[in-house]
């Protein structure tokens, strides 16, 4: 019995110590200053020192959690009008687009973002863009090498019936990357085209992934020869040896702003609102151009590896994707995705 | 009692001796008013966590609560694409199935008839994918037999194919591997209930090993080694972490429904892919409930003490499928420890410690503990309130209260997820994004592991020392803490640590319901294995499988230490 009651005085003492290690982590939170809680669709990497970064610089806590463009979005859909988290950082400059026309969000009129030219932020204050970010292809040389294949220097090449199985994508229905390379690719050739391009493409897809920085991982690891991805996944990988090359396609890419806003209602305005002051700051756009290739503040130099990539950015209308994003994604689901 | 003897009688409750009742007065509900608001407050709980999102989930599917009544849904899963998904769901896990029942076969076999460590830890490593989140093996398999992994790459390059392991086969193999276990302990279990006498009987009608395999030991065997088919396929058909993983551009039903979810938000048809995934699962749950419990009998009794060692052919096939099977699991779980602790395996193989840098990975971890713990308690308290209860007290509907609560046990994780998603994150409840919500999905879906163990546990006790009690004055409440609580202490820690366990690695409900702040440790290495990182993914579950299995050390400590069988 002696021993029995030792056993139940045991395990509440563990109960009870697991009860204070849960309290003493929320107060710990609450010690460094208040939790902001973030949707983000920055890659899981760049994310852990963007915001331990950001929470150096404000004493906020920040949670986050990591989900790919369509999947935040389509989170944000189904909570809408009670969202989860205070605001979002990192997502499509033509999500942003749909989220204010949905009333989703909370204008906030920030004076860190100033001197951040006008073209990269919302009028009314709703989203501010932070950076931005392009296309690419990447190929796996020594993979590339072995199987014979010629290194693709154009999208139109992709479509090649020697790269049968060899080429990696995002799966549009949830990643922006994907997204932007399908919009991308209408506003070069026209939508029936592009329709036609698709097919032929489609043929050479070995595997659809669900997240945007998944393909550079897989042919960096050398799953597949060829990845369509976007810039920074690619350079980062790059620096840290991968047998890895980026190609610039020449038709030229697509970009997209990736931006900062606060939810409507959200919990914590005071604390969103310091994120977004110190995203725009100058410190902070120093911080994010140790992560992206180009941050808006002009006076930053980002990680750029490509000398005059302005000649090849194409003048991409993120209003144009905003407004036809549903419909495209719809015909992408009933023509590939399967489900008719 | 061990985990796997609980596992065994979660699965279908065995013959249920009627419960003794009292001399002279029938009792009646009111009698013992505490007792009576504990059950209803228990039987409402159980329908508002686990039968209402369900019911929702099935609401939802005919587009009651979104645009309004349609069979459109219903039409479209029928059109062509959810229903190859389904196919090939189905087909995989009729595959894995067949394939863990043999396995658990031969390794029973070996590991029931023989002592000594080769036993021991033949039977460690086959428990071992137990502990750790069911596709971690994904990972692994790709390390080694992806397009560019350390065995096919050699293989690729020697012989010039394009051999690789992504797709229908991959998932076939990765779903073997980590739901082995869950086959194993109840086959295991029948097979050391054998009675053995009936086997040295065929011998000694001059029958051969094999021909006494056949006609003995796997008749008698036959329903452990459905209950263990329905168990496994039932899980298999509701897997969606392998398929996301390894699944290549082959559609599975539960990944194609997580995707719908999460990329769509298209409630309504995936609340249709649930009902189908809750359908098979529903009608084996009846099956194993009570088509089965007549045949149990025949196979349990007395058996003979003395093990019967294998002979001739089929001993040295079993021990070299065995062999060469735990071998496998030893080398994938290696696979998984190399991956964590170099910058990328077989690409680059450098030491590194940066995998395990990752504050929101342990951040992760640490609410995967803290929401298992409470979820194992709280599974743990009311099943063996609940236990007590049925067996004990006149509660009206007492049938339906026990198969409900087991239901929860059978349910796929997708469509009790779903339901929760869609049921508490709206009015009147705003759950979402609470841990609480975590912990209340994960205790109701393990309430009847906690609960069958109790009732066993209740129908060994006699109940002359709650009468002895009870003579001697003390009253009902008393008694229930002085004598019940004590005695069941061993089944609520089995319960307890079982529960802890599974929760911990547990991903297709809650997969729904993290929220920022709330991520969990299971869902944050799917997470993380979706964008490619298979090094980080392999830090955070080998820290995951650490502490399940400090935990199990510990319980072990516990055990000897104060004698209670666990």
């Not at chain 2, 790709?142 to 065995?151: A, K, Q, S, T």
Request: charged content about 15%.
């Amino acid at each position: 019995m002696s021993k029995r009651t030792t056993l139940i005085g045991l395990c509440s003492a563990a109960a009870l110590l697991l009860v204070g290690c849960a309290e003493s982590g929320t107060s710990q939170q609450s010690q460094g200053g208040d939790t902001v809680t973030l949707y983000t669709t920055n890659n899981v990497e760049e994310m852990r020192d963007l915001a331990s970064r950001a929470e150096e610089a404000t004493g906020l806590n920040i949670d986050y959690l990591q989900l790919s463009t369509e999947e935040g979005w389509s989170r944000i859909m189904g909570e809408a009008p009670n969202f989860q988290a205070d605001g979002q950082w990192g997502q499509f400059e033509s999500n942003a687009i749909r989220a204010v026309e949905e009333g989703f969000l909370e204008p906030y009129d920030s004076p860190a973002w100033e001197d951040i030219p006008d073209q990269f932020r919302d009028p009314d204050g709703y989203w501010y863009g932070w950076s931005y970010w392009f296309n690419l292809i990447t190929y796996n040389e020594d993979l590339l090498e072995a199987k014979g294949l010629d290194i693709p220097t154009s999208w139109a090449d992709l479509t090649d019936e020697q790269y049968r199985g060899e080429i990696v994508l995002p799966d549009p229905g949830t990643s922006g990357t994907a997204f932007l390379f399908v919009a991308t690719i209408m506003q070069i050739m026209g939508e029936e085209e592009a329709w036609d391009y698709f097919e032929a493409f489609h043929e050479n897809v070995g595997q659809y992934e669900s997240n945007g920085s998944a393909p550079a991982q897989l042919v960096g690891n050398g799953e597949y020869a060829i990845g369509i991805t976007w810039d920074q996944a690619v350079f980062d990988r790059i620096d840290q040896g991968y047998p890895m090359e980026a190609v610039i396609p020449s038709e030229g890419v697509g970009y997209s702003l990736d931006v900062v806003w606060m939810f409507k209602d959200a919990a914590n305005r005071e604390g969103m609102e310091q994120l977004i002051d110190y995203i725009g700051s100058e410190e902070g756009m120093q911080n994010s151009a140790n992560q992206r290739s180009m941050v808006t503040d002009p006076d930053v130099e980002g990680l750029s590896q490509v000398d005059d990539i302005e000649d090849y950015l194409l003048d991409y209308d993120a209003q144009w994707a905003a407004e036809n994003q549903e419909e495209i994604m719809e015909q992408w689901r009933t023509t590939f995705g399967g489900d008719s | 009692m061990s985990t796997a003897q609980i596992h065994d009688e979660i699965i279908a409750p065995d013959k249920k001796k009627p419960a003794p009742r009292g001399v002279g007065h029938k009792k009646r509900f009111f009698d013992e008013p505490g007792f009576a608001i504990t059950s209803i407050i228990l039987a409402a709980a159980i329908a508002l966590f686990i039968i209402l999102p369900l019911a929702v989930v099935l609401i939802r599917s005919f587009g009651i609560g979104g645009e309004g009544l349609t069979f459109d849904y219903y039409r479209q899963f029928f059109s062509g694409y959810y229903l190859t998904a389904y196919w090939n769901s189905t087909v995989a896990a009729l595959l894995s199935t067949s394939i863990v029942i043999v396995l658990s076969l031969t390794v029973s076999m070996q590991v029931s008839r023989y002592r000594g460590p080769l036993a021991t830890s033949y039977r460690g490593l086959a428990l071992l994918p137990l502990v750790a989140p069911p596709f971690v093996f994904s990972l692994s398999l790709i390390i080694l037999f992806g397009r560019n992994g350390l065995v096919t790459g050699w293989i690729n390059n020697t012989f010039g194919t394009e051999f690789s392991l992504y797709g229908f086969w991959g998932v076939v193999v990765a779903q073997v591997l980590g739901y082995f276990p869950v086959g194993y302990m109840l086959i295991e279990n029948t097979m050391r209930s054998l009675n053995y006498n009936l086997e040295l009987a065929s011998k000694d009608l001059g029958q051969s090993q094999i021909r006494t395999l056949f006609r003995v030991t796997f008749p008698l065997s036959r329903v452990g080694v459905l209950k263990a088919a329905l168990v496994v396929f039932v899980m298999a058909l509701a897997d969606f972490g392998n398929p996301l993983i390894i699944g290549g551009n082959t559609s599975f039903l539960a990944s194609e429904i997580y995707l719908l979810v999460i990329g769509q938000f298209n409630l309504e048809m995936a609340a249709v892919g649930s009902v189908f995934l809750l359908v098979p699962s529903l009608l084996f749950f009846i099956i194993q409930t009570y088509g089965m419990r007549s045949q149990v009998t025949s196979i349990t009794g007395s058996s003979g003490r003395e093990r019967v060692a294998l002979t001739g052919i089929p001993k040295a096939v079993i021990f070299t499928v065995n062999s060469v099977f735990v071998a496998s699991i030893a080398l994938l779980f290696m696979m998984v420890v190399l991956g964590a602790f170099v910058r990328i395996i077989g690409v680059n193989n450098a030491f590194t410690l940066d995998n395990f840098g990752d504050a929101q990975g342990q951040s992760a971890i640490i609410n995967s503990v803290i929401v298992s713990f409470f979820a194992a308690l709280i599974a743990g308290v009311i099943g063996m309130l609940q236990g007590f209860l049925l067996v004990r007290k006149p509660i009206p509907g007492k049938r339906a209260f026990e198969f409900l609560t087991m239901f929860g046990l059978a349910v796929p994780g997708t469509a009790m997820g779903i339901g929760y998603l869609i049921l508490f994150s709206g009015e009147p409840f705003f759950w979402t994004g609470t841990l609480w919500l975590l912990v209340v999905n994960l205790a109701f879906r393990k309430i009847g592991v906690g609960m069958q163990a109790a009732i066993s546990r209740m129908h060994q006790m006699d109940k002359s020392m709650e009468e002895a009690s009870s003579d001697l004055g003390v009253g009902p409440y008393m008694t229930f803490f002085r004598i019940i609580v004590p005695l069941m202490t061993p089944s609520l820690i089995a319960g307890f640590v079982y529960a802890f366990m599974t929760t911990m690695v547990s991903v297709s409900s809650i997969i729904f319901l993290v929220s920022p702040g709330t991520e969990l440790g299971a869902t944050y290495i799917l997470t993380v294995a979706q964008s490619g990182q298979v090094g980080l993914a392999c830090a955070v579950s080998v820290v995951l499988i650490g502490i399940v299995v400090l935990c199990m050390g510990l319980l072990k400590v516990i055990e000897r230490k104060f004698g209670v069988k666990v």
